[in-house]
């Protein structure tokens, strides 16, 4: 088998449709496990009893509340979009935040194929070991430092587990990705 030399064009090309796909895939697989957890919720409840009216009702009144909670991607795009001067009203700071995360996710799915073009044991794990670390880096360091999430105490320990599994799905679809299209270009 021979091995093309590295390519920081290539990388830059595989990693952007890799890192959009990547952020696309950890989008679906987080909204599944919000349902599944509602889901879950909802049965406990209604094992213990408790009307199905009531659940159905207190379910609703936690997604109102949580849609109005900015999540750290909609305080970044609130706050570049005050600074050039410009007010973004919930149905924008929602897709604007989209756009924050996505952004993101697109870089660093450039870091990843760039490093992995010139150094390639960065994909070991199968990009898994990439993810862990971005969560890690990103979730648990720079979010809370940057005062965009509450601190990790007053965070459910399940949410950190939901993120890093996120995360991990993220960086094995990222090398999965950057793979398939590595083996085009």
């Known amino acids: 088998m021979r091995r093309d030399k590295p390519s920081v064009l290539r990388g830059i090309v595989t990693g952007i449709a890799a890192g959009i796909t990547a952020t696309l895939?950890?989008?679906?697989?987080?909204?599944l496990v919000a349902a599944g957890q509602k889901v879950a919720e909802k049965q406990i409840k209604l094992t213990q009893g408790e009307p199905e009216d009531k659940i159905v009702h207190d379910q609703q009144q936690q997604e109102r509340q949580a849609a109005q909670q900015?999540?750290?991607?909609e305080i970044v795009a609130r706050k570049i979009a005050e600074?050039?001067?410009?007010?973004?009203?919930?149905?924008?700071k929602k897709a604007a935040g989209q756009a924050v995360h996505y952004t993101f996710g697109t870089l660093m799915g450039v870091v990843y194929s760039v490093s992995a073009e010139l150094l390639p044991e960065v994909t070991t794990g199968a990009?898994?070991?990439?993810?862990?670390?971005?969560?890690?880096?990103a979730d648990e360091v720079a979010v809370p430092a940057l005062q965009l999430s509450p601190s990790q105490t007053d965070t459910p320990a399940t949410d950190h587990l939901q993120h890093w599994?996120?995360?991990?799905?993220?960086?094995g679809c990222l090398e999965l990705m950057r793979s398939l299209i590595r083996r085009i270009l």
Do not use: R
């Open 83 to 92: 600074v050039s001067g410009t007010q973004l009203d919930d149905e924008k």
């Open 70 to 73: 900015e999540g750290s991607t």
């Open 165 to 171: 599994a996120a995360h991990v799905v993220y960086g």
């Open 25 to 31: 895939i950890m989008d679906q697989f987080q909204k």
């Open 127 to 137: 990009g898994t070991a990439f993810g862990t670390l971005l969560f890690l880096a």
